[in-house]
């Protein structure tokens, strides 16, 4: 029998388990779609909403549970929809309510959860309670909405504090008055046109409320919350520490480390007011947090029993292919959830990250924002042989596990765009120092013989997609035996199968830069090493490569086998 069709049976074997079981929230494997990039139904080459509805079939196909989809909300696209105007409707370019309507409908139908964006640290500048608070005096309730402060020096030209924006330069910008002079100073802590909210008002946590509420009884399954960290600020706004600023601008991406402005113990009050309100609907929504804190330690925090019910673990996706590395941050990120009774989640790749198969195709270092064509070019062959076996890797753990659009395909990154066609704001924001995220939101790969690869009619592609992915279309892969994509499904429907989702890790020691562990009737050998070893006895169930040779286990490779124990009670 081969794998697909060995996989075949158990898709049968589970097709009437209820999709997706009543645990969801704690063992879901969550897709995301980046609307702009996934489909595109009218033809101007920007992925939509009517675009992800005609495209729905194939990911219930894959075997997913839910699906999370970035901003759709009207904005002027600063910041790729991170920058909203208007909280409750559907940008022009994705659609339209009814159109989101349309779409949950069809996911709902086809057994998907739904799970939307919610971007409450900042809003664009052109909501109109920004424009309010531009048009209104300092010191009014309007402008207390927002972060407005007096700047320092003489004539308050200076900035109220040290802080710098995560997409670089600095936290403040400075307003103008109506009659022209220079006015008071505004935080964002990302763009200059994605202005913070400020928490410590009531109005605005009540209009947050409002939001969720609006989304919740639309039948949303739950939110994604944006940089769920930085809502609230040490009081009195003090500078940041220069040895923490320095720590956070050699992170790549800025987001990760200790500040006033990051995950201050204040902000789980607000948490679990939404918490209380998510209870109040029937019957399992979900909240989710991005927050890049110091410590899994912290992080557990956010999902604490009244608070959120996950939290991207970026620890995770920050290990290195490396079987000590990755055994630590796995027993880590299992304890400190555990501790606090949450599910631990996976991730290897976002839309604020190099896809993992041109991150691990790279020599050992820090992860860069993004790579340019003079940049050090990833080894692609040796990135997806690693990736297929981190993937094999991460789909086995116990708990939920988050995948990003096109990493089912192998998709790698642009990694030689034209700067010209770069629209992520770090990339001006750096003085052109810092590609940024562009690499990672090149629209998908449908239909390799069709004008922009099947992404919409016409031919369209908001970024040129690089040459690769012609052969990486999803038509190219679809029932193609040894595919990334069928490795993916066969993954997703063992591990329904087997219930690796609820299970546990049991440690078997094993050679220096091998991960061998029990979970369930399985056992998971991933080799992160650059020699082959001996393959660990079992049944050989699938494998992120082809073997040659079933009693080797070669190097960047996992296996699932099914454990001796399994097999003699079965004999
Ligand atoms: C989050 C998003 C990222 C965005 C930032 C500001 O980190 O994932 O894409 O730029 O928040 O909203
Ligand atoms: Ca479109």
């Given at each position: 029998?081969?794998?697909?069709?060995?996989?075949?049976?158990?898709?049968?074997?589970?097709?009437?388990l209820?999709t997706?079981?009543?645990?969801?929230?704690?063992t879901?494997v969550?897709y995301?779609?980046?609307?702009?990039?996934?489909?595109?139904?009218?033809?101007?080459?920007?992925g939509?909403?009517?675009?992800i509805?005609?495209?729905?079939?194939a990911?219930?196909?894959?075997?997913?549970?839910?699906?999370?989809?970035?901003?759709?909300?009207k904005?002027?696209?600063?910041?790729?929809?991170?920058?909203?105007?208007?909280?409750?409707d559907?940008?022009?370019?994705?659609?339209?309510?009814?159109?989101?309507?349309?779409?949950?409908?069809?996911?709902?139908?086809?057994?998907?959860?739904?799970?939307?964006?919610?971007?409450?640290?900042h809003?664009?500048d052109?909501?109109?309670w920004?424009?309010a608070?531009l048009?209104?005096?300092?010191?009014?309730?309007e402008?207390?909405?927002?972060?407005?402060r007096d700047?320092?020096?003489?004539?308050?030209?200076?900035?109220?504090?040290?802080?710098e924006?995560?997409?670089?330069?600095?936290?403040?910008?400075r307003?103008?008055?109506?009659?022209?002079?220079?006015?008071?100073?505004y935080?964002?802590?990302?763009d200059?046109?994605?202005?913070?909210?400020?928490?410590?008002?009531?109005?605005?946590?009540?209009?947050?409320?409002?939001?969720?509420?609006?989304?919740?009884?639309?039948?949303?399954?739950?939110?994604r919350?944006?940089?769920?960290?930085?809502?609230?600020?040490?009081?009195g706004l003090?500078?940041?520490?220069?040895?923490?600023?320095a720590?956070?601008?050699a992170?790549t991406?800025?987001?990760?480390?200790?500040?006033?402005?990051?995950?201050?113990?204040?902000?789980?009050?607000?948490?679990?007011?939404w918490r209380?309100l998510?209870?109040?609907?029937s019957?399992?929504?979900i909240?989710?947090?991005?927050a890049?804190?110091?410590?899994l330690?912290?992080?557990a925090r956010y999902?604490r029993d009244d608070?959120?019910?996950?939290?991207?673990?970026?620890?995770?996706?920050?290990?290195e292919?490396?079987?000590?590395?990755l055994?630590?941050?796995?027993?880590k990120?299992v304890?400190?959830n555990?501790?606090?009774g949450?599910?631990?989640?996976w991730?290897?790749?976002?839309?604020?990250v190099?896809?993992?198969v041109?991150?691990?195709?790279?020599?050992?270092?820090?992860?860069?924002?993004?790579i340019?064509?003079?940049?050090?070019?990833?080894?692609?062959?040796?990135?997806?042989r690693?990736?297929?076996?981190?993937?094999?890797?991460?789909?086995?753990?116990p708990g939920?596990?988050?995948?990003?659009?096109g990493?089912?395909?192998?998709?790698?990154?642009?990694?030689?765009l034209?700067?010209d066609?770069?629209?992520?704001?770090?990339?001006w924001?750096?003085?052109y120092?810092?590609a940024?995220r562009?690499?990672?939101?090149v629209?998908?790969?449908?239909?390799?013989?069709?004008?922009?690869?099947?992404?919409?009619?016409g031919?369209?592609?908001?970024?040129?997609q690089?040459?690769?992915?012609?052969?990486?279309?999803r038509?190219?892969?679809?029932e193609?035996?040894?595919?990334?994509?069928?490795?993916?499904?066969?993954?997703?429907?063992?591990r329904?199968?087997?219930?690796?989702?609820?299970?546990t890790i049991?440690w078997?020691?094993t050679?220096?830069?091998?991960?061998?562990?029990?979970?369930?009737?399985l056992?998971?050998?991933?080799?992160?090493?650059?020699?082959?070893v001996?393959?660990?006895e079992?049944?050989?169930?699938?494998?992120?490569?082809?073997?040659?040779?079933?009693?080797?286990?070669?190097?960047?490779?996992?296996?699932?086998?099914?454990?001796?124990?399994?097999?003699?009670?079965q004999?």
């Open positions: 029998m081969t794998l697909e069709e060995t996989a075949m049976t158990f898709t049968e074997l589970t097709a009437d209820e997706p079981g009543p645990d969801w929230r704690r879901a969550v995301q779609i980046y609307p702009r990039s996934f489909a595109d139904s009218n033809g101007d080459g920007i939509d909403l009517p675009g509805t005609h495209r729905l079939p990911l219930a196909e894959l075997g997913i549970d839910a699906i999370w989809l970035s901003p759709f909300y904005s002027p696209q600063a910041d790729a929809g991170y920058d909203v105007a208007d909280y409750r559907v940008d022009p370019v994705f659609g339209t309510l009814a159109d989101f309507d349309a779409m949950l409908e069809r996911a709902h139908g086809l057994g998907l959860k739904v799970i939307v964006d919610l971007v409450p640290n809003s664009s052109e909501h109109e920004f424009q608070a048009a209104a005096a300092p010191g009014s309730p402008r207390d909405r927002y972060m407005f700047g320092r020096g003489e004539n308050g030209e200076l900035p109220p504090n040290n802080w924006s995560c997409f670089r330069g600095p936290a403040w910008t307003t103008t008055n109506a009659d022209g002079t220079p006015g008071q100073w935080l964002h802590l990302f200059t046109k994605q202005p913070d909210w400020n928490w410590e008002n009531p109005e605005v946590r009540a209009e947050f409320l409002d939001v969720l509420r609006f989304w919740l009884d639309r039948g949303v399954d739950g939110f919350v944006d940089v769920a960290h930085s809502l609230i600020k040490a009081p003090p500078d940041q520490e220069p040895a923490e600023q720590a956070q601008d992170e991406d800025g987001f990760f480390l200790s500040g006033p402005m990051w995950d201050q113990d204040r902000v789980h009050e607000v948490y679990r007011g209380a998510l209870d109040t609907y019957p399992d929504r909240l989710c947090a991005e890049w804190v110091p410590s330690d912290r992080l999902v608070e959120m019910h996950q939290a991207f673990n970026f620890g995770y996706l920050e290990s292919w490396d079987a000590a590395h055994r630590a941050t796995i027993d990120s304890a400190a555990e501790e606090v949450a599910p631990t989640t991730v290897l790749s976002n839309h604020d190099v896809r993992h041109s991150r691990l195709g790279l020599p050992a270092g820090p992860r860069p924002n993004g340019r064509a003079g940049d050090v070019q990833p080894d692609h062959e040796l990135g997806l690693r990736a297929r076996a981190a993937t094999l890797l991460m789909l086995s753990l939920s596990a988050y995948m990003y659009q990493e089912e395909l192998g998709l790698p990154d642009h990694t030689a034209d700067d066609l770069r629209q992520d704001p770090t990339w924001r750096s003085q120092t810092e940024g562009d690499g990672c939101r629209p998908l790969p449908w239909e390799a013989d069709e004008p922009g690869l099947g992404f919409g009619p031919g369209a592609t908001w970024l040129p690089p040459d690769s992915y012609a052969t990486l279309a038509d190219r892969q679809d193609v035996e040894g595919s990334t994509l069928e490795m993916y499904r066969t993954a997703l429907a063992f329904r199968a087997f219930a690796l989702a609820v299970g049991e078997i020691e050679a220096p830069g091998v991960l061998q562990f029990v979970n369930g009737e056992t998971i050998v991933a080799n992160t090493g650059n020699q082959a001996p393959m660990p079992g049944e050989l169930l699938m494998s992120s490569v082809e073997l040659a040779d079933p009693t080797t286990l070669p190097a960047d490779t996992t296996v699932w086998l099914l454990t001796e124990v399994f097999n003699e009670s004999s």
